[in-house]
C-alpha cells in the first residue's frame, strides 16, 4: 500500500474517531436528560458500540479496502483524543441547546394538536350531548303535553270504536293487548 493512502486511511480514521466522539457525547447527554430506566442504559450503549464498529469498518473498508493496520487504531485514538480535548465542550452544548430547541418544537406541536384537534373534537362532543339532551328533553316535553290531549281523543273515539264493527284480525289485536294490559296492571 502506498504512502498516500497510509496517510487517507490515517486522515479518515481521525475523523472517525471525531465522529464517535461526538455520537458518545450526544447519546451520554440524552440519556441523562431524559432520564432513561437504568435497565434501557445498557441496550443503548449495546447500541451505540455495535454502530461504532460497523462505522469504523465501513470507513476502513472504504478507505483503504479494510486492511487493518497500526496506525488505523493511531488514527482512531488521535481522534477521540482530539475531540475530547478541544471539541468536546462546544459539542455538549450544542447538543443541549439542540435538545432544548426539539423540547420546545415538541411542546408546540403537541399544544397545536390540543388547539387543533382535540379542543375542537371536545367542543363538538359537548354540543352533540347538549343537543341531544335538549332533544331528549323536548320529547319528553311534547310527550307530557300529547298526554292529555290523547286522553282527550280516547274519550271522543273510544265509544265510536265500540260501535263499530271491526274485522276479525283487528278484535284478536285487541284482544291480545288488553290481555297484555292487565297482566302489566295486575298487581303482584
Known sequence: MNLEMQWMTLLWMLISGCVLGVVFDGVRIIETRYRFPRWSIHGLDLIYWVWAALYVFRTLYHSNHGEL???????????????????SIPTERFVVMLLKVVDKVWLAGVRLVQILIIAPLKLIFKAAKLLLGFLWVMLLFMLRMLHPLWKLLKFIFLPLGRRLKLPEAWQWVIHKAEAVRNRWSRKP
Open 69 to 87: 493496520r497500526f496506525y488505523v487504531f493511531l488514527g482512531l485514538f488521535l481522534g477521540v483524543l482530539i475531540y475530547f480535548l478541544f471539541l
